[in-house]
T-cell receptor, first 112, second 115 residues
Framework: DVKVTQSSRYLVKRTGEKVFLECVQD?????MFWYRQDPGLGLRLIYF???????EKGDIPEGYSVSREKKERFSLILESASTNQTSMYLC???????????FGDGTRLSIL | AQTVTQSQPEMSVQEAETVTLSCTYD???????LFWYKQPPSRQMILVIR??????QNATENRFSVNFQKAAKSFSLKISDSQLGDAAMYFC????????????FGTGTSLTVIP
């Protein structure tokens, strides 16, 4: 089975801090994704990557950056955390074509 | 960008009964893939079922089946013999064959199963 591991289930940070969310997958997937999930808004794509060192902006990239130095690892960075970034963050990975995305458990991030 | 619409924020079903969750999408592509995901409370999102647009036959996975109407751009999920463990948030998702690797998700339907 595909395993997508997010480094933390719960995280509390302060406004202005630089925050790192880590995601690792073990199935050699080319594609990796970061979403935020908010009630009533579903999943909104922040960034995705289709190869090492490659990244594409999603629908809501403002205030975020990403890093993919190795194929199995995709990091989401909040450059200067703000309270409106309090949310559930989901990482996913996939192959191409008809293959589905596989999700991690999610990180519930609170910015105080 | 493609849009995926789930018009039912909440649904409920009696245990052992059947429920249908609706999903519509907007696309100009002829080839694409559709998915239903399930997210139980505080648990991981998992794939329930998928459908390729070029296949006319509706996908089925045990108690889960879809009604795929390509012309109407509709992709509903039917859950038969509902069980307590089916209670979850359900998301419909679209992936185009020509729109790169991006998935588009609906806003979700929260399903409650009544004992």
């Amino acid at each position: 089975d595909v395993k997508v591991t997010q480094s933390s289930r719960y995280l509390v940070k302060r406004t202005g801090e630089k925050v790192f969310l880590e995601c690792v997958q073990d199935m050699d997937h080319e594609n990796m994704f970061w979403y935020r999930q908010d009630p009533g808004l579903g999943l909104r794509l922040i960034y995705f990557s289709y190869d090492v060192k490659m990244k594409e902006k999603g629908d809501i990239p403002e205030g975020y950056s990403v890093s993919r130095e190795k194929k199995e690892r995709f990091s989401l960075i909040l450059e200067s955390a703000s309270t409106n970034q309090t949310s559930m963050y989901l990482c996913a990975s996939s192959l191409g074509g008809r293959q589905p995305q596989h999700f991690g458990d999610g990180t519930r991030l609170s910015i105080l | 960008a493609q849009t995926v619409t789930q018009s039912q924020p909440e649904m409920s079903v009696q245990e052992a009964e059947t429920v249908t969750l609706s999903c519509t999408y907007d696309t100009s592509e002829s080839d694409y893939y559709l998915f239903w995901y399930k997210q139980p409370p505080s648990r991981q999102m998992i794939l329930v079922i998928r459908q390729e647009a070029y296949k006319q036959q509706n996908a089925t996975e045990n108690r889960f089946s879809v009604n795929f109407q390509k012309a109407a751009k509709s992709f509903s999920l039917k859950i038969s013999d509902s069980q307590l463990g089916d209670a979850a948030m359900y998301f419909c998702a679209y992936r185009g064959s020509n729109t790169g690797n991006q998935f588009y998700f609906g806003t979700g339907t929260s399903l409650t199963v009544i004992p």
